[in-house]
């Protein structure tokens, strides 16, 4: 069930993550030009991310979808810097409405990663895994 639900919430971090970067390709100002590597480096992501969690949801394997995830956690933890930054500079929680209105929808992607290293994700994995191969799945020794 988890793993299910890890690959769902991919999923949707993968649209997000591509919303960010239409955004940012729409806003950047050099009409039409991608020259702006931030903006393709976003695009790969959603790219990137959408495929891991396809490979979740085929039950492939779970650790690209933790790597996929680093992407949006860089850049939450960068609105997160910027919030604390201007308010400590005397900006007042200017940084905080931007924080408050994208740091959810970018914090999908990390919740995504943490329920696809669940173990009951991993067994899950393993087990599709086994089946595809025609035997057992793989069981760690009792404690």
Not at 30 to 39: L, M, Q, R, S
Not at 101 to 112: D, F, T, V
Not at 117 to 135: C, F, I, K
């Amino acid at each position: 069930m988890t793993a299910r639900l890890g690959g769902a919430l991919g999923l949707l971090s993968a649209l997000v993550l591509a919303t960010v970067a239409l955004l940012g390709h729409a806003l950047d100002g050099d009409d039409g030009d991608f020259g702006d590597p931030f903006v393709t480096a976003i695009a790969l992501a959603a790219a990137l991310h959408l495929g891991s969690a396809v490979w979740l949801l085929c039950r492939r394997g779970w650790w690209p979808l933790v790597l996929s995830a680093a992407p949006s956690a860089l850049i939450l933890g960068w609105l997160v810097a910027i919030a604390v930054l201007g308010f400590l500079a005397g900006h007042g929680t200017d940084g905080l409405g931007v924080l408050l209105s994208s740091g959810p929808w970018l914090a999908i992607s990390p919740a995504a990663a943490g329920l696809a290293l669940t173990p009951s994700s991993r067994h899950w994995v393993a087990a599709g895994r086994a089946g595809r191969a025609g035997g057992p799945p793989h069981q760690p020794p009792a404690a």
